[in-house]
DNA sequence: TTGCGATCCCTTTTT
DNA sequence: GGGATCGCAA
């Protein structure tokens, strides 16, 4: 997990905030020695407005760190005075680890002390999470305010469809909620909402909007879009707060300025302060315009393109040279996007030579697909090592397998290729970060935490009343609710006083009784003091899952069903008590706005678990990359952005896929597609894959495919293309590569593809119930097998479930 | 009140 | 194909 800089106020630090390095000329200096013109004008130039045009892999993030370090260490600019903002949790993490090995260089003691202290560094979201805490009062909201998920917002906008009595299948909650999220991204809250509305269908959805934005704030909470548009309205409405942030931020710095939306438009404008003859802001700002991807989440390209016009007194500095890919790759790239019509020329050149060509692979199905790219991975992997390379020439060494990646247009992409690397026996790791806290037990975990924290928290109590049952059924729970609602008080509350409720039967008054009276042991009747009281987060957690009954029940469920995921559960519950111990050793209670000094006393457990559920909040999927671990990545092309890999395979290449089907509608949203294209094409570094698949099963229904037209797109003399789709190895039990049919102007058949027919004996030497072992799996027994060069065998492995296995890759043996 | 089976809808992409 | 939701029976 990844923890934010903390918001330090001007009086927690010293005076002199930075510790001089030991030879600071030299030191300085140091951070130019490797920089291009451009980067060296970009990271001298700290006073005033500041476009980087940066273009794909020409060192943007180095050259933010520099500009950071030599604002620190060059211009003496305190550090607590910096703001730099980024959209992921990893690109934060990443950039304040560089920056602290910098400044950390120049420190004579070693220690990551004062030289970057109160340097913040976060996500705009946790930025505004943060300050929101701070200043709840100004926004409306109590301190210990809960942060809802996706599926906390589905559940309320339910409620409030439900409430302004339309139906769901009218106004789906999902596509509501897309709107009520649209409209918040444009600043525009419920009321305005309400007064822009015409016609009879968003006249519907303002209500819906209204009384869900009721619900939220009932239960004190907010969602994702809230944090923003609540930040920006203070910001806006409120001068104190603006004179507060904009003394302490002298120095701000956006990252990807290209996917800033308006409220985050907004909120950057006015922490950096208005543009004057007299004043120009420090106000730094980085992107690309060609990776725009998130227009369709309210991302207005316009805030970049009309930055200057903004920020009259604007230098721009453009970075073209690319240093990440090789020149194929790069021509590639550039001969794509240069298909977008609505877009600023910007070359995009290497000073590199050479490089293999990029390649592309039509693929009969989506299963072939999944083994084509195993195959492309394991070639990667290996060629380089052996002694005769088959190609004689650009022998790159074999890439290990962290350096390699698969991107997908749609989640739903993946499970093909999933199996397909289970079955080639290629580690692998798909970047899906929220998926732990997405899990069943580990929400309701959370949900007991989040109630604890938050009394008022009615999604979260909902969530786990009953769970483990506890006799408080819908009904009971319902009956509760009604009071609550017409009082406007928190459910939990009239839960104490549940003689008031009527038609309550004596068992549900008991079961309820009993419920908060355990509340209270665990929050000490709210004041999270006295005896009874756990001490640490992580003791606190332990104690809830344990007397909540719900480590019992999946206990009980692991014992009685056998299957690995009732087992998983019990370690999962296991891995959230460890992860709050490891927040609780990282946190600093001075740096928590919330836990400001005087005003709001807060006990320090509850300001701990109140930070500790914010952390959790708002992980996203990127943030888990992790290319420690030796396996290749699975992602969306969406969450590729910013990362680079020495090989990558990019899958689906078709119309309806990428580009998506939903993006036909407009040109706009075509052209966002092939930037998503491009996006993923320069992340590579060294070798590229595309691949199609003639037939695809979307949804249970096998179609015929049609070749994404950005296929078309790519310059004739930098791609190798083989056609594979004609190709019926696995019914034939003949190699695929047979019968290459594509332009390629070298006229070989589909190179090397699988070379290696299987190995170690064929299927004879698995007969129907032998006894196996595999790597991964363990032990199993032969249920069936298929011969031919594709030879599979299906085994049912113990505890794990029936597999079907490509012999060839398998690595089985016999026990 | 709970548990299970039938049915329905789905899918961009994410903080 | 599959996950979520709903309705019905115990």
């Given at each position: 997990m ?15 905030p930075h ?32 476009l980087?045009?940066?273009a ?33 949790n ?8 560089r ?17 970057t ?5 976060t996500?705009?979201?946790?930025l ?6 701070r200043?709840?009062?100004?926004a ?10 996706s ?14 009595q339309?139906?769901?299948s ?7 909620l897309?709107a ?25 959805i303002?209500?819906v ?25 203070v910001?806006?409405q409120n ?16 990252d990807?300025y ?29 992107g ?18 009309d930055f200057?016009?903004h ?6 500095v ?12 790069l ?5 794509l ?10 070359p ?9 060509k990029i390649?592309?692979?039509?693929c ?5 697909e ?13 060629e ?40 080639a ?20 975990a959370?949900g ?5 924290a ?5 999604v ?8 483990p ?19 406007g ?6 839960m ?7 038609d309550?039967?004596?068992?549900a ?14 929050t ?21 899952l ?23 559960r019990?370690?999962n519950?296991?891995?959230l ?51 420690s671990?030796g396996?290749?990545?699975l992602m ?16 689906g ?30 992340r ?9 698949s003639?037939y ?25 293309r ?13 190699r695929?590569?047979?019968s290459a ?23 004879s ?14 032990l ?26 490509v012999l060839?890759?398998a ?5």
């Amino acid at each position: 997990m990844d923890f934010d800089a903390p918001i330090i106020t001007d009086d927690d630090l010293p005076d002199a905030p930075h510790a001089a390095p030991v030879d600071p000329e030299a030191f300085v200096d140091s951070l130019f020695v490797d920089l291009t013109e451009p980067q060296k004008q970009a990271v001298l130039h700290t006073e005033g407005p500041l476009l980087v045009l940066a273009a794909a892999g020409s060192g943007k993030t180095r050259v933010i760190t520099r500009r950071i370090a030599y604002l620190v260490a060059g211009c003496g600019v305190p550090p607590w005075q910096i703001l730099s903002l980024t959209f992921t949790n990893k690109a934060a993490g990443e950039m304040r680890e560089r920056v602290h090995k910098l400044l950390g260089a120049s420190n004579s003691d070693g220690t990551e002390s004062r030289a970057t202290k109160g340097l913040t560094i976060t996500t705009f979201h946790s930025l505004c999470a943060r300050l929101l805490r701070r200043y709840a009062e100004a926004a409306g909201l109590k301190p210990d305010f809960s942060i809802y998920d996706s599926a906390d917002q589905l559940a309320l906008v339910k409620k409030a469809i439900a409430g302004a009595q339309l139906s769901t299948s009218n106004f789906q909650p999902r596509s509501v909620l897309t709107a009520i999220s649209n409209a918040k991204n444009d600043l525009v809250d419920c009321e305005a909402f309400a007064m822009s509305a015409s016609d009879f269908s968003s006249k519907c959805i303002a209500a819906v909007y209204r009384s869900y934005t009721k619900s939220l704030r009932q239960a004190n909470a907010v969602d994702f879009d809230d944090l923003l548009l609540l930040v920006a309205k203070v910001l806006k409405q409120n001068p104190d707060v603006r004179e507060d942030c904009r003394r302490r931020w002298q120095y701000l710095l956006i990252d990807e300025y290209q996917d800033t939306n308006k409220a985050q438009f907004q909120i950057a404008s006015l922490i950096a302060g208005e543009s004057t003859p007299d004043r120009k802001p420090n106000i730094c700002v980085v992107g690309d315009p060609d990776q725009a991807i998130y227009g369709w989440r309210g991302a207005d390209i316009s805030n970049i393109l009309d930055f200057e016009e903004h920020y009259p007194a604007a230098t721009v500095v453009k970075l073209g040279e690319n240093f990440r890919s090789t020149a194929p790759i790069l021509a590639t790239a550039d001969t794509l996007i240069k298909f977008n019509k609505r877009r600023k020329h910007k070359p995009l050149f290497t000073s590199k030579l050479g490089g293999e060509k990029i390649e592309v692979n039509n693929c009969r199905d989506e299963r072939h697909e999944g083994q084509v790219v195993a195959h492309w991975l394991k070639r990667m992997h290996e060629e380089g090592k052996q002694e005769t390379d088959s190609d004689g020439e650009n022998a790159v060494g074999g890439l290990s397998w962290r350096e390699m990646a698969v991107f997908y247009r749609t989640n739903a992409l993946s499970r093909v290729i999933e199996e397909a690397m289970r079955e080639a026996n290629i580690p692998y790791t798909i970047a899906r970060g929220t998926s732990f806290y997405e899990r069943e037990e580990v929400k309701n975990a959370i949900g007991y935490l989040r109630v604890v924290a938050n009394q008022a928290d009615s999604v979260s109590l909902s969530r786990i009343i009953n769970v483990p049952t506890r006799g408080i059924g819908d009904t009971s729970y319902d009956r509760v609710e009604m009071v609550a609602e017409r009082e406007g008080r928190p459910v939990l509350e009239l839960m104490r006083e549940v003689d008031r409720i009527p038609d309550l039967s004596s068992r549900a008054v008991n079961a309820i009784t009993k419920f908060t009276a355990m509340m209270d042991t665990w929050t000490g009747s709210g004041a999270f003091m006295g005896a009874q009281v756990s001490a640490t987060l992580a003791d606190l957690v332990d104690r809830i899952l344990k007397e909540s009954g719900l480590e019992g029940m999946y206990k009980h469920q692991a014992a009685t069903s056998k299957s690995e995921t009732d087992a998983e559960r019990l370690d999962n519950l296991a891995e959230l008590v460890s992860s709050a111990k490891e927040f609780e050793q990282e946190y600093d209670p001075a740096a928590d706005p919330g836990n400001d000094a005087g005003t709001n006393q807060v006990p320090p457990l509850l300001a701990l678990l109140r930070a500790y559920l914010e952390s959790i909040a708002l992980v996203a999927d990127a943030d888990a990359i992790d290319p420690s671990q030796g396996s290749v990545t699975l992602m969306t092309l969406h969450a590729a952005k910013g990362l680079e890999f020495g090989a990558v395979a990019i899958i689906g290449l078709e119309e309806g896929i990428l580009p998506h089907a939903r993006a036909r509608e407009s040109e706009a949203a075509l052209e966002e597609e092939r930037r998503l294209c491009f996006v993923g094409i320069t992340r590579a570094m060294r070798r590229l894959v595309l691949t199609a698949s003639k037939y695809r099963t979307v949804r249970g229904i096998t179609e015929r495919t049609i070749p994404s037209r950005f296929l078309d797109e790519l310059p004739r003399e930098h791609v190798h293309r083989a056609d594979q789709s004609d190709a019926y190895a696995d019914l034939e039990g003949t190699r695929w590569g047979g019968s290459a049919t594509g332009d390629d102007s070298q006229g070989g058949s589909g190179r090397d593809f699988p070379s290696t027919p299987s190995s170690r004996g064929g299927v004879s030497q698995f007969p129907p119930n032998s006894k196996v072992r595999h790597p991964q799996f363990g032990l199993g027994v032969v249920v069936s097998s298929t011969g031919g060069a594709q030879a599979r065998v299906t085994v049912e492995f113990k505890g794990i479930g029936v597999k079907t296995l490509v012999l060839e890759f398998a690595r089985l043996t016999r026990v």
